[in-house]
């Protein structure tokens, strides 16, 4: 599957933005999808996860309660809905699919097809 980002931008602290990964193929629904980012000289870190069908989401603490997740499977799209941003959510923005197989994983090493990032800047 090729998976291709975009939404990207800059934005105001508070500002909302919104990610959107298109992806290629008729499978779409058997991925696992995630959002990962990665700031200057920092680790890749995970961002928020969804279930092959949009059941189950995960997100990492740093997020949670002002970034959404979603999918529609039938457009093969993830989108990644960015409120109340801060100056620390500043970073490259990438979408992940993960193999058919196991529980949706929440590790960067467990994904395998990756899209080409996206820029996220939030200024003070």
């Known amino acids: 599957v090729q998976l291709q980002a975009s939404g990207g931008g800059l934005v105001q602290a508070g500002g909302s933005l919104r990610l959107s990964c298109a992806a290629s193929g008729r499978t779409f629904s058997v991925y696992d999808m995630g959002w990962f980012r990665q700031a200057p000289g920092k680790e890749r870190e995970f961002v928020a996860a969804?279930?092959?069908?949009?059941?189950?989401?995960y997100y990492a603490d740093s997020v949670k309660g002002r970034f959404t997740i979603s999918r529609d499977n039938a457009q093969n799209t993830v989108a990644l809905q960015m409120n109340r941003l801060k100056p620390e959510d500043t970073a490259v923005y990438y979408c992940?699919?993960?193999?058919?197989?196991?529980?949706?994983?929440?590790?960067?090493?467990?994904?395998?097809?990756w899209g080409q990032g996206t820029q996220v800047t939030v200024s003070s």
């Open positions: 992940a699919a993960d193999r058919p197989g196991g529980a949706t994983p929440l590790r960067s090493d467990e994904y395998d097809y």
């Open positions: 969804i279930s092959r069908s949009g059941g189950s989401t």
